[in-house]
């Protein structure tokens, strides 16, 4: 068996501002479940102020999928961490930064990297094909449902309602 590191960016706007988004993006709890484009069930657990480990099971495709994760949270920086600790696609690791773009706008920026196991090596065009389809795939989650959710809870012109802001991935 072979083990690649499929590497990718993307960003995505956001309105609201950096500070709104950033808390939304970290208020991790169970109500996160219908954010996600498959059907999610979600526990936290808390380990310190800025350590958590989310446990998700999602339903795709019909088949069900446990996947913990550590999440590691850095309020000076606007910026967490992500790493997957089971699942099909343990010791990935994904890198979220909030970046101010103005007073009630700014972006997320995204780093992944998804270790993947193969029969054999990867070449690097298929290492680059497959990372695009990751980085296309996270970057459509983010675009059609993640973002959406957080500038209808917290987005510009609206004032933060702490009982209905939900959590990011």
């Known amino acids: ?20 988004a950033f808390a939304w993006c970290t208020d991790f ?7 996600f484009s498959h059907r999610t ?21 019909g088949r069900r999928r446990r996947i913990s994760r550590l999440v590691r949270v850095h309020p000076g920086e606007l910026a967490w961490t992500n790493t997957h600790l089971d699942g099909p696609f343990r010791y ?9 773009d103005g007073p009630r ?3 997320l920026d995204f780093y992944g990297s998804r270790i ?37 809870d917290v987005g510009v012109g609206r004032a933060p309602d702490p009982v209905t802001r939900r959590a990011g991935r």
Do not use: K
């Open 105 to 107: 706008r700014c972006h």
């Open 29 to 35: 709890g169970p109500a996160d479940g219908p954010l």
């Open 1 to 20: 068996m072979a083990i690649s590191a499929l590497r990718y960016h993307f960003r995505q706007p956001l309105r609201a501002s950096a500070t709104d």
């Open 41 to 61: 069930e979600r526990t936290v657990a808390r380990l310190t102020d800025d350590t958590f480990v989310l446990t998700d099971t999602t339903y795709p495709e």
């Open 116 to 152: 993947v196991t193969t029969p054999r090596a990867l070449s690097a065009a298929d290492r680059a094909r497959r990372a695009e389809e990751e980085r296309r795939n996270d970057a459509r989650e983010w675009r059609r449902y993640l973002a959406p959710a957080l500038e209808r």
């Open 92 to 100: 990935s690791q994904y890198w979220y930064r909030i970046v101010r």
